[in-house]
């Protein structure tokens, strides 16, 4: 493969680095404490090359003895600082994995809250020992040397760091709460919607061409034209976190008649997995278009919300279902979850899902595996409707937010998915363990939803 064609890959490559290193709690403490180091240099010089910086300041007379008593008390109690910090990091995340879903541990890690305080507990830390190995007492052979405006800084850094201790255990105690666990979730996936359904509709948008014609034409090349049909295999393991489809689309241009990608962006798949098929006139090109393929389609250990909206849906549900087993018993809080899921789907129900199937110029053909709004809503409620079976007052919540959603659209294929669960709940209710009276109430508001759609 030639240099041109990685640099057409590098983007995404980098993107997806990029991602992780800004979720992970390691990026924002390293690069604060590199500006600690930087900082550490320039005010050391300051004080060497401009003695008179100083004078002005309060610590100006003070000796070289009180300047490393300073330092070293700031360090040293700033290493207290950071173990107590990391231990109510540690704590809380046990907490969130143990009450809400382990899946929601890297909302946690990616806060930039959190992110900011511990690196600049360990960027003052680090100051303070590189201005502190600096101070010099006055003797026969050498200049004393007290750097006060150096010193100083690190008194300001300390102070605040003080001040970030109080912000941190506020926003701990805080983001252990279920409103702010969901919201932390939804400032995640709202981008992601804005990105893959940035338009809104008013009627429904035909498939043009129709994903089953495309399908089914996939489907009779596999068995007329086997020798022009090649194969791309999954290299490593892991969830496919995204897809490049415009890089896709460009190698259709080049030379690929018909793409098909079977894998949907959030699915794992293991090595060797046929993650892509496609048909090319050119033999000498399928390398070339083996290894563009496979470089369009970022693998990863564990699945993000990048192009995938599922995942966050499903955190909420998981937040729902673990609220109401027999463990916890915390019907609010599934309440509450319900509330945030049908936020988003209130947004995805009158947007423009773009067609899985692709016509380029010329003739050329690609189809991508994307979930429709079906899938969203079974998503959403088909687990939590199983886990509240047995509790009345979600059962009909569920019922009341179905029922506003279903009045946020008109659209007969965005109301139909809806209308089954709906069905379903009805069907649970006279298998249920409720009054007479709870089960004829709930098929009563059931029965008058079924009306209000059919209007």
Sequence with gaps: MGGDLNLRHI??????????????????????????????????????????????????????????????????SLITVIS????????????????????????????????????TYIATFAYSILVLREVRDSGDSVDGFVPALSVTMAMVFAMVSLGLLIYF????????????????????????MESLYPSAVGEPQPLSPSAGETVQRLRLNLIEKKTLLYEVRAKSEGYLNSVDEEQLEKLCRRGISLLWIPVQVGTYVFRQQVIARFLCDDKKKITEFDESIGFAMIFSPRRSM???????????????????????????????????????????????????????????EALFARPVFSNYVDTAFSQLRWAARSDYSVTTHILDVIASLGEMTSQAERVE???????????AAEKSEWSQGEVAELKRRAAQIMREWAQ
């Design 11 to 76: 983007y995404p490559r980098v993107s997806a680095l990029w991602s992780r290193a800004r979720d992970g709690l390691w990026f924002v403490p390293a690069v604060l404490v590199t500006l600690a180091v930087v900082l550490s240099v320039v005010f050391l010089y300051l004080d060497r090359t401009i003695p008179t910086i100083g004078t002005w300041l309060w610590f100006s007379d003070a000796k070289a003895t009180a300047a490393r008593e300073i330092l070293s008390v700031t360090a040293g």
């Design 84 to 119: 107590v910090a990391f231990s109510v990091t540690i704590i809380a995340l046990q907490q969130s994995a143990t009450q809400y879903s382990p899946r929601i541990l890297r909302n946690f890690t990616r806060d930039r809250g959190n992110q900011i305080v511990l690196g």
């Design 169 to 192: 255990i506020h926003h701990i105690a805080q983001s252990l709460q279920v409103p702010f666990v969901l919201q932390s979730i939804r400032d995640e996936l709202d981008p992601q």
């Design 306 to 364: 990048q192009q995938d909206i599922l995942f966050g849906i499903e955190q909420m549900v998981e937040i729902g279902v673990k609220a109401l087993s027999p463990g916890i018993n915390d019907p609010t809080t599934a309440k509450q979850s319900l509330n945030a899921i049908v936020g988003v789907l209130g947004l995805l129900i009158r947007r423009d899902f773009p067609s899985p199937a692709r016509r380029l110029k010329g003739g050329n």
């Design 417 to 427: 998915p809806l209308r089954v669960q709906v069905h379903a709940i009805e069907v």
